[in-house]
């Protein structure tokens, strides 16, 4: 069976299965959210403002409303509404339901079912822009609503063992054509009941099955890309699992990543390498959330055939001074991050810097993902800056396929999370750099 997989933020997401409660305090939702201009950022969703104990939410939300304050949900429909709330203002002129005059409200364009206007006017005026992704914005407001189902555990779905050798699958059609049964999986999903409570509870009718099948596999795309993207790296550096165990660390790990993080999520990695030495997993961020992956990772190696994840709340070059300086944590093989961003401003090169330079002259094979075009220009414009010996960049054959809205500016082109890669490992070696060796970790 062919999936439709050409058509993926991150958006966040925090549903607690324990629902509904009686009272389910909640901190601020963008109710009080001033629409954006800038790029994307996976914060700004929906789902993420619905979670009950997140940190970092509240400085989210201070960055939105400027003050803090307690919003509570009493049952799923409230839950949905809150969410959906939290795309409410005229994708024409930014009006938020506040701002709106007496008799007016914010209605749905009745094709994607995920932008709002103010007026018939400000839609009209919008709709030679808004028509380029109305398409796709439609895809998006499916997704946001079933990507609930990951944190009740129907998503990510069992997958295959592996049938091809890894060097063979260089794609998602190759992964796809090792899952035979695939559409009863996909079909198991849509019967369960907690899709059905979602569709009672969602302010939008039930799409087709069609549509929900291929939705739950932009969801799983999205979750699998990040593994198979490391498999992809693994192989791309000539690391030989089956040589030795392997530490690989994820680095700027974001909520979204380790949200509800499960000790096995980068189990696909044992199916592409099976009888590996064992692999180690470390998650390290500022963002990282508290959740089962948060411990100690691995002094001694670990488990032959099983990935070992851990996580460790923290900025990176911090990590590796405190943790992996006092032998604590095994020195990476490898190091991913997803989305880094440090292209965005000023103040996210400095944070990034320390560990830039300690990737850098500790010699760290390295694969960083970025959503787009402009955004990989600009980081390896960075990174070359830093004199890296860049190896490689490109689009990334394992990108997620669930399209990504910038919320605060939906008719923005809509982009796919790792869709593209840069890979890099030391200093670039030219003549001019031979005075620079040796002289630039200054942590
Ligand atoms: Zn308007
Ligand atoms: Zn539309």
Redesign the pocket.
């Given at each position: 069976m062919y999936i439709y997989i050409c058509i993926c933020i991150c958006i966040s997401q925090a549903f607690t299965q324990d629902l509904p409660p009686p009272l389910h305090p909640i901190p601020a939702t963008s109710q009080s959210f001033t629409p954006r201009t800038d790029s994307v950022f996976s914060d700004s969703s929906g789902f993420f403002s619905m979670d009950t104990n997140v940190p970092g939410l509240s400085k989210l939300c201070l960055s939105k409303s400027g003050k803090p304050k307690g919003i509570s949900f009493r049952n799923y429909k409230e839950m949905f509404q809150k969410m959906e709330e939290t795309f409410k203002f005229?994708t024409?002129?930014?009006?938020l339901p506040e701002n709106l005059i007496e008799g007016q409200s914010l209605k749905r364009c009745i094709k994607c079912l995920n932008v709002y206007?103010?007026?018939k006017e400000?839609q009209k005026n919008n709709w030679p822009l808004h028509k380029k992704v109305c398409k796709t914005l439609r895809l998006v407001a499916i997704d946001r609503l079933v990507e609930w189902l990951m944190f009740l555990g129907d998503l990510p779905f069992p997958t295959n063992k592996w049938t091809k050798p890894t060097s063979q699958v260089k794609c998602w059609d190759d992964w796809l054509s090792m899952q035979d049964d695939l559409s009863a999986r996909l079909d198991a999903i849509l019967a369960s009941p907690n899709m059905e409570t979602l569709w009672k509870n969602a302010s939008r009718p039930r799409p087709e099955d069609p549509d929900l099948r291929q939705s739950v596999w932009r969801i799983q795309s999205e979750f699998l890309s990040r593994v198979l993207t490391v498999g992809m790296a693994i192989q791309q550096f000539s690391l030989d699992p089956y040589a030795k165990p392997l530490t690989i660390h994820i680095i700027g790990a974001s909520h979204n990543e380790t949200m509800g993080a499960k000790l096995t999520d980068y189990d696909e990695l044992s199916r592409m390498f099976p009888e590996h030495q064992g692999i180690e997993v470390v998650m390290v961020g500022p963002e990282v959330v508290d959740g089962p992956i948060m411990r100690p990772p691995l002094r001694a190696f670990g488990p032959r055939k099983r990935v070992f994840m851990s996580a460790h709340k923290g900025l990176y070059h911090e990590f590796w001074e405190d943790v992996v300086e006092k032998e604590e944590a095994a020195r990476p093989d490898l190091v991913l991050g997803f989305h880094p961003g440090f292209h965005a401003n000023q103040g996210l090169i400095e944070g990034w810097l320390p560990t830039l330079l300690l990737l850098r002259d500790y010699n760290v094979p390295t694969l960083f993902t970025v959503f787009n075009e402009n955004e990989l220009k600009y980081s390896l414009e960075i990174l070359l800056e830093l004199e890296m010996n860049i190896q490689d960049s490109g689009a990334n054959p394992f990108s997620s396929q669930k399209p990504e809205q910038v919320q605060s500016s939906p008719n923005t082109k809509p982009v796919y999370c790792s869709a593209h890669y840069i890979r890099f490992q030391g200093l670039l070696q030219s003549p001019s750099n031979s005075s620079v060796l040796g002289k630039s970790l200054e942590l």
């Open positions: 005229c024409g002129c930014n009006a206007y103010c007026t400000c």
